[in-house]
C-alpha cells in the first residue's frame, strides 16, 4: 500500500540534547568539521544511511539510543560545547563589525537575490555553479560577519535527479522534497502564525507564498513556497521545479522570487526586527523585477514619481552577470510581461515604464539582463575577463563609448574554503587567514608529506568512483553477478583527470572524445596512464546535450578501458568533493571567452589539484605558468570543427608530453616537478580563489558605495532623488539638440613630441542646458587606418565663456603617443550623483 503524501515528524529529544537540534538545523555544520564528527558518533551507521543529514539523522535514531547518549557525560558535554561554540560564532563580532566601527557608512543590511542556492546537498535547491556560487557567497558572508539576507524559492522538487538508461541516456528523477525534513523552519508572526506574501496574478486571481528559513550560520536564507492551499492547483506549482515549465511558468517564478521576495524581505525585518537592507544585490537576472517593486513602494509610501524613484533604487543596487553569452540571457515576450503586469500587480507603476526597462534590439521582447543593468547604478562580471566580455556585450546599452568605457566592471568568484577543501588539506597547511592570506608562522611541508596527502586523497576518490559505477550499473539493469569488474575500476596509483560540470555546448564535454583511439592509448599506456571521470548534468530540454553524455557513456562501456575512464551520474555537491580531493588535474575545455568564470577549477586548486584548461574565465587572469597548464586555444579559426580539431589535439599533447611526465617521473618514489607544482598551486591559488576574497571585494568595493549612494540619494525627503530626476529630465529634453559645432587645435610645432601641449578649443550648442550639466572632454590618441581612436586619453576641457548662444571650452592636452595621433571632442552628462559620465549612456561626439 503506497502513501498518498509523505511527511516528516522530528525527533523528540532529551532534554541534555536539545542543543543538537540547532546544531542540526543551522547549516553552518555543513563546513565545521567538528559538529559533523558530532553527529557522525551519535550513531554512525544511522550517520550512513542519513547520507550524512543531521536533521534526518535525528529522526533515525531509536529512542533507546538517544537515551543512551544523554546518560553519556561525555557526549552531553560535547553537544553543549559546540552549541556554545555556534552560539559565539553567530554573535560575536567579525571583520565586519571591525570594518564599520571604522566605516559607519557601511550597510546595516544587504538582500541577496538569487534564483538557486547551492548551500549544502541535504537542502538541494541548486542547479550548477551559479547556485553554488550563491551558496558560497552566503557562507564567506556568514564567516566575515557580513550582514546579509538571501532570497529564493525553495522547489519540491529541486533540480532533476540523473539516471542513465542502459543505452547511456540521461533519465530525469523528480523526488518530492518535503520542507520538514529540511533544515528549514517557517517564517512566523508573533502569535505564531506562518507569515504569507501575496502577488497579483492576471484574472484577479493571487499568488500566496510561505517564507521558509534556512540559517546559513549568521546569515537568514528566505525561501518562498507557493505549494499551499490557498492557491489555486496550477498556482501552487509555481515553486515546483527549479528551471523547469515554459516561459509562462518561468515568469511566474520571476515575479514571485523579485516582487514577492521584496515583500519577503519586509516581512522578515518586521517579524524579528533585523534591519532593514540598505543594498539590494541582484544575483543574475532572474530576480530583477525586485527593482519594480521597490519603485512601487517609494511610489505608494513615499510619493515619488516614477523617475525619483527608479533614481533611488538604482542608487543602492548591485547588478551581477553570469553569462557570456546572449542565449543565456532570460527574455520574455512584451506581450507576456504586458499580461502579467497589470495595475494589480504593481499598483501606480506604468506599464510602458516598466516594459521600456527590458528594452533591446528585438521590440517584440523584454531582457531581464537590459532591466538588470538599468536598475542597478553598479554592474559587475564574474572574472576580469567576463568583466570585458559584457562591456562587449551589452555595449549598445551605452552606443557610442568604447568598450572600455561600459560601466561594467568584475569581481572574480571564490570559493568556500571551509566547504569544498579536504579537513586533511587544512590540517596539513592550516587555514587562511580570513582575507585568505595564508596562514601564518608555519614550517614548510616536505615533499614526501605533500605526496602522501594526494595519494590518499586520490585513493578515497578511486574507493568512490568504485561505489558509484557499480550502483549506477545497478540501476541501469545489471545484475549483481556481472559487476564484479567494478571491484577493480580505477588505480590509486594512476594520474586521474576530472571533468564535472554542466553540459551546455560551449563546455564541450566530449572535446576529449574528438580522436578516441589517441584518447584510448593515453588511458592504457603501459607506462603513463590516466584515468578520467567524468560527470554532469543536462538541461532536460537539452536533447543535444543529452546526446553527448551518452558519446561519452558509450565510449566509456567499452569493457577494453571500462577500467580506466567512467561517467558517474547524478553530479551534486556530495559527489564533488570526491572529485575536487582526489583528482590530479582538473580539467576545463570551454570554446574561449565563453566560461564566465568556472569555479570548479578553484575547488580542486585548494585541494592541490593542477588545473589543465582553456583560458578562460578565472584561469584566464590567475594561470601563472606554474600552476598547472594552459590548453592553447584556436584564436581567429572560423571553422568550429577545425577549432575543436586543433584545441583538442593541444590537449592530447600535453596530457601526453607535459602532464603525464612530471606525475610518474620519480626520485625515491616522489615525483618532484609535480610536488613543486602542487605546492606552487597552494601558496599562490589557495589564498586567491577563497570566496572571502571575493565577499570583501563586494563589501568595499560595492556595496560601501552603493551605501553610502543610497543614503545619500534619500536624505532630507529624498531631495537628491528628485534633483536628479529633474536633472535627467531636462537632459532628454535637451539631449538631442546638443551638438559640437566647431572644434580647433592650435599651438602644435612642426614636429610635435611626446608630451608637448596642445590646445584644442571647442564650441558647444548646449540646448538650454547649463555648461557645469556637462563635461565636455578633449580625445587624444592613436589612430588607426580608418581613424578610429586607440589608447585615448581624455581631459575635461573648461568653459571660457560663450557666443552666439553657443558655449565655448577649452584643454592644453599633453600629446600621449607617438606615431600616427587624431583627436576629438564629446560632451557628457555631469552631476555629482552619477557614479560615471558613462552612467546615463549619453554622449555627444564632434564630426
Known sequence: MRALRRFTVRAQLPEQLAPLQTLATNLRWSWHPP??????????????????????????????????LAADAETV???????????????????????????????????????????????????GGLGVLAGDHLKAASDLGVPLIGVGLLYRSGYFRQSLSLDGWQLEHYPVLDPQGLPLQLLADADGAPVHVEVSMPAGRTLTARVWQAAVGRVPLLLLDSDIEANDADLRGVTDRLYGGDQDHRIRQEILVGIGGVRAVRAFCRVTGHPEPEVFHTNEGHAGYLGLERIRELQTGDGLSFDEAVAAVRAGTVFTTHTPVPAGIDRFPIDLVRHYFSDTLLPGVPVDRVLALGAEENPSMFNMAHMGLRLAQRANGVSRLHGAVSRGMFGS????????????????????GHTWEAREVTELLGDPAPGGEPAPGREPVPDAMLWALRNTLRSRLVDEVRRRVRAAWLERGASTP??????????????????????????????????????????????????????????????????????????????AVRHRIVFLPDYDMSMARYLYWGCDVWLNNPLRPLEACGTSGMKSALNGGLNLSIRDGWWDELYDGANGWAIPTADGIEDPARRDDLEANALYELLATQVAPAFYERTDGVPERWVELVRHTLGTLRPQVQATRMVREYVQDWYAPASRAAAGIIADDFAAA????????????????????????????????????????????????????????????????????EDAVSVAMKHVGGTDGASRFEAVVPLPHAGLAGYTVRVLPAHPLLASPAELGKVVLAG
Request: glycine share 8%.
Open 35 to 68: 559538529t559533523q564528527d558530532l553527529f557522525a558518533r551519535l550513531d554512525p551507521d544511522a550517520w550512513d544511511r542519513a547520507g550524512h543529514d543531521p536533521v534526518r539523522l535525528l529522526g533515525e535514531i531509536p529512542s533507546a539510543r538517544l537515551a543512551e
Open 77 to 127: 558535554v560535547t553537544v553543549r560545547e559546540l552549541a556554545d561554540d555556534l552560539a559565539a560564532y553567530l554573535s560575536g563580532p567579525r571583520w565586519y563589525q571591525d570594518e564599520r566601527e571604522d566605516d559607519p557608512s557601511l550597510p546595516a543590511a544587504v538582500a541577496y537575490f538569487s534564483m538557486e542556492f547551492g548551500v549544502s546537498e541535504v537542502l538541494p535547491n541548486y542547479s
Open 397 to 416: 546599452l551605452w552606443s557610442g563609448f568604447d568598450a572600455a568605457e561600459v560601466p561594467i566592471g568584475s569581481v572574480t568568484n571564490g570559493v568556500h
Open 482 to 559: 556481472e559487476l564484479g569488474w567494478t571491484d577493480h575500476v580505477f588505480d590509486p596509483n594512476v594520474l586521474t583527470v576530472g571533468f564535472a560540470r554542466r553540459v551546455p555546448t560551449y563546455k564541450r564535454l566530449t572535446l576529449m572524445l574528438r580522436d578516441p583511439d589517441r584518447l584510448r592509448d593515453l588511458l592504457l599506456d603501459p607506462h603513463r596512464p590516466v584515468q578520467l571521470i567524468v560527470a554532469g548534468k543536462s538541461h532536460p530540454a537539452d536533447d543535444g546535450g543529452k546526446a553527448l553524455i551518452q558519446q561519452i557513456v558509450r565510449f566509456a562501456d567499452d569493457p
Open 722 to 789: 528628485k534633483e536628479l530626476a529633474g536633472y535627467r529630465a531636462r537632459l532628454n529634453a535637451a539631449w538631442p539638440r546638443v551638438t559640437v559645432s566647431g572644434v580647433d587645435a592650435s599651438g602644435l610645432p612642426d614636429t610635435p613630441v611626446v608630451g608637448a601641449p596642445m590646445t584644442v578649443h571647442a564650441t558647444v550648442d548646449l540646448a538650454g542646458l547649463d555648461a557645469d550639466h556637462v563635461c565636455v572632454e578633449a580625445v587624444v590618441g592613436r589612430v588607426d587606418e580608418s581613424d578610429d581612436l
